[in-house]
């Protein structure tokens, strides 16, 4: 009802406005009568289903934001490179579990971070103890074993690793570029990749056998020490900058309460196991 009400008072504001002046406002802005989230249902657990239902740490943040700022709301599926696309002409407003990058920041608002986390690399048990330190050791040991690691298409861990991806062609020839991390967890169980890079809160969650989401496809496999450079930090959600200002501010305010209240702390606390530090 808000917005519709909205609406009205705003189109007839705007009689008298010239037409150039409206196409510009227009075409930089975006009116939405339900918020589209994207989310991932195998970023276990931060988003996944069970039970033909949306659940997770994200899932509980957004559904107590989205209760908090009287909107209605639509989770999709789909590829993060398709999805960052759609961000950045409003298609898409929020997306869930995202690391803050320069050009991500361009076309997008942070609401976060929802927990700190890093870029982790999954291997095989035999292969938790490959001496990898460096990105540089990832090279030696891919080419020594005559293998690569898998890597999801348009996934950013940190401005550090981008950049090398983008201009280091040794680092490229040992990387193995995936749409999803299902593919890259087979491709590993088969022995057709050295191991993959993920989030290693979702990863350290998921193979812990006493987790109520447990799935033995992660039978014999591990969590290396090895983090991306520039990983470690904060787990965020993006809003496109698309979105109208008056719909934004509604989701950081409610967000802000949820911090301001505890509620934010019980849901870290339910899925990490240990209240924020930040």
């Known amino acids: 009802m808000y917005f519709s009400q909205m609406k009205f008072s705003f189109f007839r504001s705007i009689n008298s406005m010239p037409i150039f002046v409206l196409l510009i406002f227009f075409s930089n802005t975006v009116f939405a009568d339900t918020i589209i989230v994207r989310a991932n249902r195998h970023s276990i657990p931060a988003t996944f289903i069970q039970d033909n239902q949306w659940k997770g740490m994200d899932i509980d943040i957004i559904k107590e934001i989205f209760s908090r700022a009287q909107l209605d709301y639509q989770i999709v599926e789909m590829p993060v490179k398709r999805s960052l696309m759609r961000m950045q002409t409003g298609e898409n407003h929020l997306t869930l579990n995202l690391s803050i990058n320069e050009n991500r920041s361009e076309y997008m608002h942070w609401l976060g971070p929802v927990r700190i986390t890093g870029a982790g ?113 904060g787990s965020y959600i993006g809003i496109s900058k698309k979105l109208d200002e008056v719909l934004y501010q509604k989701i950081s305010t409610a967000f802000q309460s949820m911090k301001a209240d505890g509620s934010f702390a019980k849901i870290h606390l339910k899925w990490t196991g240990k209240p924020p530090t930040f």
Do not use: C, W
Not at 130 to 138: E, N
Not at 151 to 173: E, M, Q
Not at 174 to 190: A, C, E, G, I, W
């Open 121 to 233: 690399l999954v291997v095989s048990k035999k292969n938790q103890d490959l001496p990898i330190k460096t990105y540089q050791d990832l090279i030696t040991v891919a080419k020594e074993k005559n293998g690569k690691f898998g890597y999801i298409n348009g996934a950013s861990y940190s401005d550090y690793f981008d950049d090398k991806i983008a201009n280091d062609v040794a680092l490229r020839d040992v990387l193995y570029f995936t749409p999803k991390s299902k593919q890259n967890r087979d491709m590993l169980m088969h022995d057709r990749l050295l191991g993959y890079f993920n989030d290693d809160f979702e990863i350290q969650y998921l193979l812990q056998d006493k987790n109520p989401n447990y799935d033995k496809v992660f039978d014999g496999l591990a969590l290396h020490s090895y983090r991306i450079e520039g990983s470690v930090g």
